[in-house]
């Protein structure tokens, strides 16, 4: 029995209690402090998001983020290094009286985080000897890299003095941050790269995954690409000739109308709508364009939709799963340009974080179509849908037709019990049902969906947790996009080279033709004749060449006109085409003057094929003169290297040879020999007498005539 009269046991029941009062006291201080600091990371973590979608610039994104983490959580001494090389410089700091701005990648602690990918805690700076004394009174170090494409490019450091040391809270915390910046570094690179590449190719307003419009100074719409109307949840009727002036958001008005000052416009808020979809948060960003003359002319508007925003989650659990799962699915997207695969890796990391006994990802055709994409099945098995297209149309009840409605998840819990749903082959036993949409940009392009045999399964936080799946679809959607336009844009550069290369192949085949006759010209019979005996000495082979002269050609000219002697020269050139060989090269050298190459002919084919020729210019007839008039044909010929050792020699030949048959009365062909003994070709030798005396042409002979 207590006896309140004892004075001891009083004591002792007075000093429990206090002793009691205060381990309560305590414990709710520490819970308060705990709640206090979660609410600064979650408060830290979102303003890190909010710049991400702020700030393309690099350099901008980690000084906020530098300034951001001293503000909220009042580390004195951060900095950023960056990796350039072998070296890491620093970027930003902040509390540091003095610094190291270059440390090379083999020394300090920021060094071996550099080289080995890992955060590192240091709990106690005098146990790592690796680490750098910028300034006196260190304690402890927390030191985390910065990945671009699964590359370290960086880190972010924090160090304490003054008697905090840093533990695994803040080691948990500095990681998310680190990977938030390198989630910004990357997007800054992936945005600068897109905007370059479709500089190159003229592509950038059009092709850009941001939406872009274009106005004058009177604040007229002039032009836009794809991704604003997706963003605007528009039409192009309905921006064509849009008066900005007109735009009900006045701040957005005011940000647009700051450009035509010369000033950069910032805008950020909900784009209200005319078609009756929910408002769409925006960002706009406009800049002003100038004339030659420096004066601005207008403006462009960089427009982007940051309506899904990602949010803290709330368990540390779940948001460690997701992260995993999301960081698979990414690392899949940065890995692979196939579709499907990526599609793939999506539908199996839901199924990490969302049970379900049916996965689909069904794109839309066109308004009212879709089609099964990938589908998953209860075995674990990844199939195309059987390319099952689907109509949702609105004539019968349909679900998908809700999930456009909606703009957002839909669940059914019990299919059997619910008026929308329509069964499709893929989903044959499902009870229970729950979607999301696929977004790009502000619209609609497909659905992910999930299937249940177990009716009233999927309920709200299940279906939460598909959107950034959505999401990363839409991204491989985009990359597909961009991998096809690019392709598409090389094709047009390859078919343009190809046309290029055939034009440059015509103007060098006619920098080498005679325009008149369609035969080489005199700069290519020289290339050519030098080329083929070089070829023939090192081959030893002969080479034939053949001079012809129209015989008194002029008096065509003089006589019917220069369009006659045209139309005659033009015969005498598809005559020569028609009557050399492949290997041969006709050309004209004068204004009635022609030569036919003919490598690896003796001087006896030589000669049987200008007899040809000579016959056929005899028989043929001049267009426009009066009948039985004809021009006939004098011939040279030589070879290599039976009568001459170069082509300059063997043209000397020839040519002399040629004027020895103009000698001898024309019509004829006379081959260059050295002993003065003539020889015929299919006619008897020619008799003594000139023509003139016979009363007739000279008979056709090849004669020998002396080097002298």
């Not at 803040?170 to 989630?183: F, P, Q």
């Not at 006045?250 to 078609?275: C, M, N, W």
């Not at 002003?288 to 709330?314: A, F, N, S």
């Not at 081959?671 to 020619?686: G, H, M």
Request: proline letters at 4%.
């Amino acid at each position: 029995m207590w006896d309140h009269n004892d004075p001891l046991k009083t004591s002792d029941f007075k000093s429990k209690s206090a002793q009691e009062q205060l381990l309560n006291d305590s414990v709710l201080k520490e819970l308060y402090a705990s709640a206090r600091r979660q609410a600064q990371e979650l408060e830290l973590l979102d303003r890190v998001r909010m710049m991400l979608t702020r700030e393309l610039d690099p350099a901008a994104v980690i000084r906020n983020v530098v300034e951001a983490i001293a503000d909220t959580f009042h580390y004195r001494l951060i900095s950023i290094y960056l990796l350039k090389g072998d070296v890491l410089v620093m970027e930003h700091q902040v509390g540091y009286e003095q610094v190291i701005y270059k440390i090379p990648i083999t020394q300090g602690i920021v060094g071996k985080v550099a080289r080995s990918g890992q955060p590192l805690l240091v709990r106690d700076i005098q146990t790592d000897h690796d680490f750098l004394e910028a300034i006196k009174g260190i304690l402890s170090e927390v030191c985390v890299p910065l990945f671009d494409r699964e590359k370290v490019v960086g880190v972010l450091n924090i160090e304490t003095s003054q008697g905090r040391l840093l533990d695994e809270t803040d080691l948990r915390l500095i990681t998310l941050l680190g990977e938030s910046v390198s989630v910004a570094l990357e997007r800054s690179r992936l945005y600068t790269e897109i905007r370059e590449s479709e500089a190159r190719y003229r592509l950038l307003f059009y092709q850009t995954p941001v939406g872009i419009i274009h106005f004058d100074r009177q604040l007229h719409l002039l032009d836009w690409n794809n991704f604003s109307l997706a963003i605007l949840q528009t039409s192009q009727k309905e921006l064509n000739g849009l008066d900005l002036n007109n735009l009900p958001d006045a701040r957005l008005l005011s940000a647009i109308k700051r450009t035509l000052a010369g000033e950069v416009g910032q805008y950020e808020g909900f784009y209200e709508v005319t078609t009756g979809l929910p408002a769409t948060w925006i960002s706009m960003r406009t800049v002003p364009l100038y004339d030659p003359q420096g004066q601005v002319q207008g403006g462009i508007g960089i427009i982007e939709d940051i309506t899904d925003r990602k949010k803290v989650e709330d368990a540390e659990h779940n948001q460690r799963i997701l992260s995993e799962v999301l960081r698979d699915s990414a690392a899949a997207l940065n890995s692979s340009l196939d579709l499907e695969q990526v599609f793939d890796s999506i539908l199996n990391n839901i199924g990490r974080v969302v049970a379900c006994d049916t996965v689909d990802i069904l794109l839309t055709e066109g308004q009212n179509t879709g089609k099964i994409t990938r589908h998953k099945g209860s075995v674990g098995v990844f199939m195309a849908g059987e390319n099952q297209s689907i109509r949702f149309d609105g004539n019968e009840p349909d679900y998908f037709i809700k999930l456009m409605e909606t703009d957002g998840p839909f669940i059914i819990p019990d299919t059997q019990l619910h008026p929308d749903w329509t069964m499709n082959k893929t989903m044959t036993g499902i009870r229970s049902f729950a979607g999301i949409p696929i977004r790009l940009k502000g619209k609609v392009i497909g659905f992910i969906d999930l299937g249940s045999f177990t009716p009233d399964f999927y309920q709200p936080e299940h279906i939460e947790r598909l959107r950034a799946f959505a999401d990363q679809a839409a991204i491989a959607i985009t990359n597909a996009q961009l991998v096809e336009e690019l392709r598409q844009t090389n094709d047009l550069l390859e078919e343009n080279l190809e046309k290029i290369k055939s034009l440059q192949a015509e103007l060098q085949e006619q920098a080498v033709r005679d325009p008149l006759t369609g035969l080489f010209n005199r700069r290519y019979f020289q290339e050519t004749l030098e080329r083929e005996i070089a070829r023939a000495k090192r081959e030893n082979m002969p080479v034939g060449i053949i001079v012809m002269d129209l015989d008194r050609f002029k008096q065509v000219n003089d006589s019917f006109g220069h369009k006659a002697g045209d139309n005659f020269l033009r015969e005498i050139g598809n005559l020569l085409m028609r009557n050399i060989r492949r290997e041969d090269a006709a050309c004209r050298i004068g204004g009635e003057e022609f030569v036919i190459v003919m490598p690896g002919a003796s001087i006896e084919v030589t000669g049987q094929r200008a007899e040809l020729i000579r016959s056929m210019t005899e028989a043929l007839r001049v267009a426009d003169t009066v009948e039985g008039f004809k021009v006939t044909m004098s011939l040279g010929i030589s070879a290599y290297p039976n009568l001459g050792i170069g082509g300059e020699e063997i043209l000397i030949q020839a040519d002399r040879a040629l004027y020895q048959a103009k000698k001898n009365g024309r019509n004829q062909v006379v081959v260059y020999r050295s002993d003065l003994q003539p020889f015929q070709l299919n006619s008897e030798p020619d008799r003594p007498g000139s023509p003139e005396e016979k009363g007739q042409d000279s008979p056709t002979v090849i004669y020998g005539i002396s080097k002298d």
